[in-house]
């Protein structure tokens, strides 16, 4: 089993910043791939960034050249730097971790809300 306890959203005015970290614990060796997602009211959960454990990282188009998606291996941490964040940014973001390739794992979810 894998744990992953997310930080760090908020209230925000656009052009602003924000990070969010997702800390994992359990069964952490065998971790494939970390992540983030978001669900914004009324919309599917969609993948916003992902990192491999080999480093490798993917980001969904809307979000390119704003966020970052890094990770500290030492604090088993995963964070996504935000930055430019605009209304449509708003969302519960979720983190997510892969294992083994077939067993996914999910955060509680974070609230993040962009507006005047």
């Known amino acids: 089993q894998v744990q992953l306890v997310e930080s760090g959203g908020g209230l925000v005015q656009p052009g602003g910043s924000l990070r969010l970290s997702c800390a994992a614990s359990g069964s952490i060796f065998s971790i494939d791939a970390m992540g983030w997602y978001r669900q914004a009211p009324g919309k599917q959960r969609e993948l916003v960034a992902v990192i491999s454990s080999g480093g490798s990282t993917n980001y969904a188009d809307s979000v390119k050249g704003r966020f970052t998606i890094s990770r500290d291996n030492a604090k088993n941490t995963v964070y996504l730097q935000m930055n430019s964040l605009k209304p449509e940014d708003t969302a519960v973001y979720y983190c997510?971790?892969?294992?083994?390739?077939?067993?996914?794992?999910w955060g509680q979810g974070t609230q993040v809300t962009v507006s005047l």
């Open positions: 997510h971790a892969r294992r083994t390739l077939k067993y996914h794992y």
